[in-house]
Structure formats: C-alpha cells, structure tokens
C-alpha cells in the first residue's frame, strides 16, 4: 500500500462506539471533587519548570487586578439534540447546542462551577483567555480532569475583551456537543451597533447511527489510510458491522447537509476532498451534517433585525476537522476582530475560518431574508442560517450566495489596530517547531515526537518569543497557542491571534511576549490530529 494523498473518513460504528481514545492531555490522573485547583491537584510541579499554581503564577494573576465576580453554574451532561429533523444523542452543556453563552466584562473575575454528570472524566479549556495557569484546563499539564461526579470551580481574572468560547481539553470530547462562547465584553465599548449576532460553526458525527469520535479516531489510528489518487469502488465489512452499500468513486463527498445519512451507518469515504485555498487535502472526516448554531441548513436558525440595523456577527469555528468559507448572502462584511483582537476594518465578501478562529464583523443589513452560508471547504457541503430583517421566502438549503466566490479575507490580509499592535523588536528566543506525520500510520506529531506532558520547550519570562512552524506533512494544520496571543510575522503590523493556519509545506512564524508563566500547551486543533499526538508543551523556566 502506498503513502495516502487523500484524507479518509473511516467507519465510526456501533462496534466501536463506546471506544475511548484519550492520550496523556485527556487527564487520566484521578478526578478532583472540590473547588478551585492547586498544584498538587494536577500532578505536574517540574524541577527548573513555573508551577501552574506557583507563586509567579499567582503575581502574575494579581497584577491584571480583580473585578467584580461573576458566578456561573455549568453542567456537562447527556442529552438528546435536534439538529433540525434529526436527533441524536450527544452530551453538552446545559442540554443545549452550543452551550448557552457566558458573558463578562474584561476585568471581572470568572467563577464557574462545572459539575460533571458525564460517564467520564473531563475539563474545561477556555480557548483564547490569558488566564491564570492553573485554570486553563489540560489534565495531566494544569489540572487533574474532573471525575464523572464531581465538580471544579475555575475562577481566573478575564483580561481581554473579545470573542472567545470554551470546551474540553479531554480527548475527542469537544468533537460532541460540549462547547459555548465565551463573550467579554468592553467596558469601553468603541464600536457602535444595534444587535449582535454570535455564530457557531461545527461538524457533526456523534450520535448519527451510534457513532462517536472516540470510534471515528480509533479508525482513524487504526492504519486505514488509502492511496486515493485511483477510482475505486468498496464494498467493506469492519468490526462485524456490514457497510457493504458504502461504495462510492473517488472524487465523490457523500457528506452533504442536504442529505441524510446511510441506514449502514454515517461514516463514508472522503476521498479527493482537496481544496485549493488549503493547498491541499480539505481534511481527514466526511461528516455527515454541518451546522450553524446547532441546526442544519434544512432547519436553520433564524437571526432577526430591521432593514438597516448595524449588526455586529462573531463567528466561531467550533468544528472538529473543518474549515469553513463564510458569506452572507448579498451584503458585504467589513472585519473589526480576528480572535479576540481588534484589527484595522477591511472589507471583504467572505471569511476563511480554521478550527479554533474567530472573526468579529460588522454588517448593514438590507431588507428581505438572506442566507448567511458556511461552506466545508474542499468537502462539497455546506451549513446555513438565516438573517430576516423582513418578509419574503427563506432561501433554499443549498443555495451558494454569490459572496463566496468574491473577495476572500485570510489572517494574513490584516493589520492589527495600533492599540494592540506588537512593538518591533528582535527576538529574544526562536522555538522552531516541525509538523509531522501523514495519514497511513496516523502519526501527526511536532518533531516526530508524539505528545508527552514531560518534554517542554523553555521560555523565560519577560522574553519575546518567535516560534516557527515549519509544515512538513500534506495536510494544513491549525496552530493554536494557550495563554498568549501572537503577531504574525509575515506581514508588517500582522493581526493578533492564539490560532492560524499552516499551509502543507509551508511556514507560520509568529511573535509572542512571555507574559503568563506557568506550562502552555500548542497544538493542532484538529482534534483527531491533537489526540493522535500533535501537542507539545512551552514551559516557563523558574
């Protein structure tokens, strides 16, 4: 068998779908049953390394002041979810998809109490915040995972306004229903609008036909990676689960928003799903729905304004394994904030969003019903809401607005706003970090080494940091950085993000301050290429 050159969707099956897959970041230390953290608690206080809940941790907590408390109660359980037509059983926050928002004001402090009732262990990460360490969420790095049962308060200071959101840093668990914005908001507000629409984009398996992405990862890793430059029918049985009427020829997505899945189960074969913009392969799971806030295009979701309100949309990629390619049907967005940051406004018809990214837009809307579109890229689906500002009929589930294919705004294209903007200056340590790995063996990893808490790359407080991603694999990867946020270096000025892409073959480079001591994970936020291995750790020296 020869190398693959094509991405995979394997069989996530009733055989397997109790399967757990979880690596060394998915806690397998015991549970903790009270409230707050400490270092004890996850195991980790490394000679010559910041505690995650040491004193330069804590300094550093103090130093960003303390607001006034918020007090939220979250519960991670079992649910079932319509989707829109289809139901399935999942688990999620609060028995809602996604999650009902959390909102702050920069400078409160977060108290939020999870209380797990899933049957396995779990955390909360919260993706983009500059918090305190030992509240990031990693179990076996910062924290033991919370046990099925028990319960964890994270309390942090929250720094930055911005559009964030939170999920498990447990396993494939966050390729469930277990995720939800994180809205902070400015107490100096500078822009002005008259509604704010929050948008979350994901992919869907779990619970379609008993599947699960604790089954979709084990397939994944169990070496099924095929040569899918040929045509080919198939006509498979695995794991005593016949899916003999799976067969279909490359080139070919049987993942469509519009359809519904196989009675023989929802996983298919994704083969030739590449993607120009990507510079390659789209990605490694054909899903079999897509989703704008927890619905299908069939049965979207309904945002309402009057003609001529100015909306504020921020748009969330909560997907597990895609890209999305966003427009709104006939108007033009014009982009204030990439992750959480501001950047200078720059106009654009659509939007590309990596797992992970977040843009906040502004839009004045027209009158009439519009479909606000968010196309899998390179995997012939998409998913749909729609804004109706009057009367009119809805659009169809499989219109393409026009806007997808006109001017397309990537990170690389934006300045950020001169308040946030980083200072030049040379660097004053490069972290060269290689990605590796490919498809047959499923071994993605950073420098051929799969994920272990123990190895570290050393930073030093008070440093500027360049850290250089050099992609050596033909698939793209989604970079996210814990704790900070970086400048991208490839343009003078470039944005502020914690997540970008990395193009096969190619080279990210970015600049951060080392500012939040303590142990901050990097990873892929693919979350099958994450759990097969692509994390690794930067440790604050002591």
């Known amino acids: 068998m020869r190398t693959p050159t094509r991405r995979t969707l394997l069989a996530a099956t009733a055989a397997v779908a109790g399967t757990g897959m979880l690596s060394a970041c998915s806690g397998s230390g015991s549970g903790h049953s009270g409230h707050g953290g400490t270092a004890s608690d996850s195991g980790t206080a490394p000679k010559g390394y910041v505690d995650p809940a040491g004193q330069e941790v804590a300094v550093a907590e103090k130093k960003r002041g303390s607001g006034p408390v918020r007090k939220v109660k979250l519960t991670a359980a079992a649910a079932s979810l319509d989707l829109g037509g289809r139901t399935v059983k999942s688990w999620a926050y609060g028995g809602d998809l996604p999650g009902e928002a959390v909102r702050v004001t920069a400078g409160d402090t977060l108290a939020l109490t999870l209380a797990n009732h899933l049957p396995e262990a779990t955390s909360l990460h919260w993706h983009g915040i500059a918090l305190r360490n030992d509240m990031d ?39 469930r229903g277990l995720y939800a914005p994180l809205i902070v908001e400015d107490p100096k507000e500078p822009l002005s609008y008259d509604k704010e629409w929050v948008v979350v984009l994901d992919d869907w398996v779990d619970g379609v036909d008993e599947s699960t992405p604790d089954a ?57 799903a590449e993607s120009e913009l990507l510079g390659g392969d789209a990605g490694d799971v054909a899903y079999p729905y897509y989703l704008v806030n927890g619905r299908t295009a069939k049965a979207p979701s309904v945002f309402r304004a009057r003609p001529g309100d100015r909306v504020r949309i921020r748009i969330i990629n909560a997907g597990g394994d895609t890209a999305f390619r ?37 839009v004045t809307v027209k009158d009439g019903v519009f479909p606000l579109t968010a196309l899998a890229e390179g995997k012939k689906a998409s998913a749909q809401a729609l804004l109706r500002t009057g009367g009119g009929s809805a659009p ?50 950073f420098d051929k080494k799969p994920y272990s808490a123990d190895q570290r790359h050393p930073v030093r407080a008070g440093e500027r940091v360049r850290l250089v991603f050099s992609n050596s694999t033909s698939m793209w990867h989604p ?45 892929c936020h693919n979350v099958y290429h994450s759990e097969a291995g692509m994390m690794t750790v930067l440790g604050y020296r002591s």
């Open 137 to 175: 969420g990693v179990p076996g790095l910062t924290q033991r995972a919370v046990k099925p049962g028990a319960d964890f308060t994270y309390r942090f200071t929250v720094p930055h306004a911005g559009t964030y959101w939170f999920h498990p840093h447990s396993g494939t668990q966050q390729d």
């Open 216 to 272: 979709v990862l084990k397939e994944l890793s169990g070496g099924m990676g095929m040569d899918m430059n040929m045509d080919m029918d198939m006509d498979m049985g695995h794991s005593g689960h016949d899916m003999s009427n799976m067969s279909m020829r490359a080139g070919e997505s049987s993942s469509s928003s519009s359809s519904s899945p196989s009675s023989s189960g929802p996983s298919r074969m994704l083969m030739g």
């Open 326 to 362: 966003v427009a709104l049907g006939d108007h033009e967005m014009t982009v204030t904030h990439t992750d959480g940051f501001p950047v200078r406004h720059a106009t654009t018809d659509a939007l590309l969003l990596g797992m992970g990214e977040r843009y906040d837009v502004l």
């Open 396 to 445: 169809t589930a499989s219109v393409r607005p026009k806007e997808l294919d006109g001017r397309l705004l990537t990170a690389d294209k934006l300045r950020a706003d001169a308040s946030v903007a980083l200072p030049e200056k040379e660097p004053d340590r490069t972290v060269k970090l290689q990605l590796t790995g490919g498809m047959g063996k499923y071994d993605w990893a």
């Open 479 to 523: 970079v996210h950085l814990h704790g900070h946020t970086f400048g991208l270096t490839s343009v003078a000025g470039g944005p502020r993000k914690d997540t970008a892409i990395v193009l096969p073959n190619g080279t990210l480079t970015v600049d951060f301050d080392a500012d939040n001591p303590g142990l901050w994970m990097i990873h």
